[in-house]
């Protein structure tokens, strides 16, 4: 690239030299001599054209080169950026779960990655990656770092296959927080679409309202006590039957769980109220 540079300079000055001559010679002088020097400037001008025509085919190659070499570099730091925030997402995932553990130490958990979603459920239903082998069985609760999204209902030693609290199959014990009214997380097709849940067997007299938190109530020695479920969206009336349900919109948007950890083990599991289960 230099080297064509100093070709294009050197050319530039010699006609420019020419050109000075001519200015300072008589005209008769100037016209014997001009036949000659428009010979030696066109010739000269042709060679700085051509120099000037490979810088630029030179100049367009290197930018062409760099282009295609940025956009690689660009690509790469892309890729390095999302499995960035993928760790570091996953690692705030763990960090949640273990906060959890660490709140309750009878707790044995599991982490385990969703590897399929059952196309023909309606209730948002999937398979995790961990089974029997790593002491995973049937009726096992499982949750995210947001609280409880179902349970274990099939498992073999390498997979097992969790129904959501959005289904109607779910029937776990739960408890307002605020009120402390019990009730039944029940799922329902009318509302799970919209990522939404029941709690249903509320009492005539009960106090739940909208806003309120709604937690495991630990009874059924199936689910732990205090487990998130999510906070209520609205009291509904049945005039059919005269009962009383609170809509319920779980902490997490179960349509799209990546990750969760099954509890294979807890401090009052199989007890009943208190009392062990017969």
Excluded at 34 to 48: C, P
Excluded at 213 to 222: I, N, P, Q
Excluded at 261 to 275: E, P, S
Aim: glycine share 8%.
């Amino acid at each position: 690239m230099r080297r064509v540079q100093d070709k294009n300079l050197k050319a530039l000055i010699i006609t420019l030299i020419l050109i000075s001559v001519m200015s300072v010679l008589s005209p008769e002088q100037n016209s014997i001599v001009s036949g000659g020097l428009n010979a030696a400037t066109k010739g000269l001008f042709q060679v700085s054209a051509h120099a000037a025509a490979s810088a630029d085919s030179a100049n367009e190659e290197d930018v062409r080169r760099e282009l295609e070499r940025l956009k690689s570099e660009n690509a790469e730091l892309r890729n390095q950026l999302s499995d960035y925030i993928d760790t570091k997402q996953e690692n705030a995932r763990l960090k949640k779960l273990l906060d959890i553990k660490k709140d309750n130490p009878s707790y044995k958990l599991t982490p385990a990655n969703v590897i399929k979603r059952d196309a023909n459920d309606d209730f948002y239903s999937f398979t995790l990656d961990e089974g029997t082998a790593q002491g995973i069985s049937v009726n096992n609760p499982v949750i995210t770092e947001n609280g409880l999204v179902g349970w274990v209902c099939q498992a073999d030693a390498a997979t097992c296959k969790v129904k959501t609290i959005l289904s109607p199959d779910t029937k776990a014990g739960a408890k307002d927080k605020q009120s402390g009214d019990n009730g039944i997380i029940n799922g329902s097709a009318t509302l799970c679409d919209q990522n939404l849940t029941a709690m249903t067997t509320l009492a005539e007299n009960h106090k739940v309202k909208k806003g309120d938190m709604v937690v495991t109530s630990g009874t059924g020695g199936v689910y732990p006590g205090g487990l998130l479920i999510g906070e209520v969206q609205s009291v509904e009336f049945n005039s059919y039957d005269a009962s009383r349900h609170a809509v319920v919109k779980p902490y997490e948007d179960i349509r799209y769980i990546s990750t969760a950890a099954v509890i294979t083990d807890f401090g009052t599991k199989g007890k009943v109220d208190g009392n062990e289960k017969q």
